[in-house]
């Protein structure tokens, strides 16, 4: 049996979502979902008022963030 297991692990290959993870596509997409998030809820803040704009761009780049982690859990 552990023959079999770790022949098994020899000729292994990655598939696209483990090579994915490996190489840290999960930081990068979540970095840009948070960024995006916190440029368009700066811009909003900005356009009711500009004290606005930085709680606008947190709170957006907080709801990037999180609809993004929810989107890679489903």
């Not at 960024?35 to 909003?44: D, K, S, W, Y």
């Not at 609809?67 to 489903?74: E, L, P, Q, R, V």
């Amino acid at each position: 049996m552990t023959n079999v297991t770790k022949n098994d692990a020899v000729n292994h290959e990655l598939s696209i979502d483990e090579l994915d993870a490996a190489a840290g596509g999960f930081w990068k997409e979540l970095g840009v979902a948070m960024g995006a998030g916190g440029v368009t809820g700066g811009l909003g803040g900005a356009a009711v008022g500009g004290i606005g704009a930085v709680p606008g761009a947190i709170g957006g780049a907080l709801l990037g963030g999180i609809g993004y982690c929810i989107s890679a859990i489903f």
